[in-house]
């Protein structure tokens, strides 16, 4: 595997105002908050969270929708945190999104063809020959036939969705595709070959993804590393098997142990309280979890955040 940065990411936070009305005072949400992760070229890092743990303001934040409002974001070693939306633009098609639902992604009233040939005429400068040629080549790729081009997507079954998707995903020739619960739409049998073709792409174009899902088995098969969000905050970080074998953090043990509690509805907490995350939930939790928040701790491969192993400092107790 090459030591060649796709993404690094370096106390990233997105806060949101909320405008409360003419006659009330603007609020500020703070949805992520100190996010720092690294990866590689080729290699997986997954996701894991309940609703509204961040992740999709993450991907948000990848993709180029939103703009960080501090922290550093490198793609391919060079800071986009604060393009403008025309440089935006061209840095952040080096990151691509599959979403869940393959068919509510895609224009019902497009062809294959259609679809995949508007990045290139908005983006990039090839001709109609060349864009003809590229939208072959990747259609190739992800298991489909050029004469597929001319037809609407309501004309394929899930699974050949998901392919088009991938296949407008991979059109750009990024360096990493942000995968958001790819599989949840479909059956058992078509996951495999999903999943077998995304393997497939990342080995021979030297792909990295991102993948968000709550599939413990694929989060095993697919991604070196995990990366556990609680309330925008990471909770625990590092090798995929050694999290998944011996998670650390209670919030972690929590979500592997109980996979329906990871997509329970909430209460959509900000992020910026000064205690643990998960304080208010964790079965053991001390005074200082809910007016410190925790250190970083380092237990075997693993980042972790809990004062059950950060040293404290008395002194410092009940602050902020």
């Not at 050949?160 to 360096?175: G, N, S, V």
């Not at 059956?187 to 993948?211: G, T």
């Not at 329970?264 to 304080?279: E, H, K, L, P, R």
Request: glycine share 4%; with cysteine.
């Amino acid at each position: 595997m090459s030591n060649n940065f796709s993404i690094s990411a370096s106390g990233l936070s997105k806060c949101y105002t909320i405008d409360r009305g003419l006659f009330h005072k603007n609020t500020q949400f703070l949805a992520l908050n100190n996010i720092s992760f690294t990866l590689l070229e080729g290699e997986t890092l997954g996701v894991l969270g309940e609703s509204g743990a961040g992740k999709s303001t993450l991907a948000k934040l990848l993709v180029g929708e939103e703009i960080a409002s501090s922290g550093l974001l490198l793609i391919d070693n060079k800071d986009v945190t604060h393009l403008n939306i025309h440089k935006r633009l061209i840095e952040h098609r080096k990151i691509r999104m599959v979403y869940q639902d393959p068919y509510a992604s895609l224009n019902p009233s497009l062809t294959i063809i259609e679809l995949l040939d508007e990045p290139l005429k908005n983006i990039t400068k090839l001709n109609k020959s060349e864009r003809k040629s590229r939208i072959i080549e990747v259609l190739n790729l992800v298991g489909l036939k050029s004469e597929h081009g001319r037809r609407l997507p309501h004309m394929f079954s899930p699974g050949e969705r998901q392919r088009i998707a991938i296949a407008r995903a991979l059109i750009l020739d990024p360096i990493c595709i942000v995968l958001d619960e790819p599989l949840s739409a479909l059956d058992i049998s078509v996951q495999s070959q999903i999943i077998n073709l995304m393997l497939e792409l990342q080995e021979n174009l030297k792909l990295s993804f991102i993948l968000i899902s709550y599939n413990l088995p694929v989060l095993w098969h697919m991604c070196d590393k995990l990366m556990v969000l609680c309330r925008g905050q990471i909770v625990e970080y590092g090798p995929t098997i050694s999290i998944i074998d011996n998670p650390q953090h209670p919030y972690t043990k929590d979500i592997l142990t109980n996979s329906s509690h990871s997509q329970n509805n909430i209460q959509v907490t900000d992020a910026s309280f000064c205690g643990c995350v998960y304080s208010d939930r964790c079965e053991n939790a001390l005074d200082i979890c809910s007016t410190k928040q925790p250190e970083q701790s380092i237990i075997d491969e693993q980042i972790v955040y809990c004062h059950k192993f950060a040293s404290i400092n008395t002194e410092e107790d009940g602050l902020c």
